[in-house]
Nanobody
Framework: QLRLVESGGGLEQPGGSLRLSCVVS????????IGWFRQAPGKEREGLSC????????YYLDSMKGRFTIDRDIAMNTVYLQMNALKPEDTAVYYC?????????????????WGKGTLVTVSS
């Protein structure tokens, strides 16, 4: 059974950093791509970043480049999202997800398995 569990969210001040983790089970990270998404209150879910399975190719939403970094530890079955220079508009529930294949997509509708999310609140 495929499972994804996010952690690492919380309350952070503007300009601060958080590192989110997504621990997966039921599959290996070198088989399936993993994407990070977020959904802010009153907004649609959006794709932020993705790491593919085979060669670890990385993709970012343009607006996230330079602030967010995705990486993975295959041995630990964990994908991370390092978020720096946080802004109040980054406040959202952050999810990791997979489409159960090795290719990245930023479209939430393409994902088939989701974690339950972790809440990030950026506020002074």
């Amino acid at each position: 059974q495929l499972r994804l569990v996010e952690s690492g969210g919380g309350l952070e001040q503007p300009g601060g950093s958080l590192r989110l983790s997504c621990v997966v089970s039921g599959f290996f990270l070198d088989y399936y791509a993993i994407g990070w998404f977020r959904q802010a209150p009153g907004k649609e879910r959006e794709g932020l970043s993705c790491i593919s399975s085979s060669d670890g190719s990385i993709y970012y939403l343009d607006s996230m480049k330079g602030r967010f970094t995705i990486d993975r530890d295959i041995a630990m079955n964990t994908v991370y999202l390092q978020m720096n220079a946080l802004k109040p508009e980054d406040t959202a529930v952050y999810y990791c997800a997979t489409a159960a294949h090795g290719y990245c997509s930023g479209q939430p509708s393409y994902m088939t398995y989701w974690g339950k999310g972790t809440l990030v609140t950026v506020s002074s």
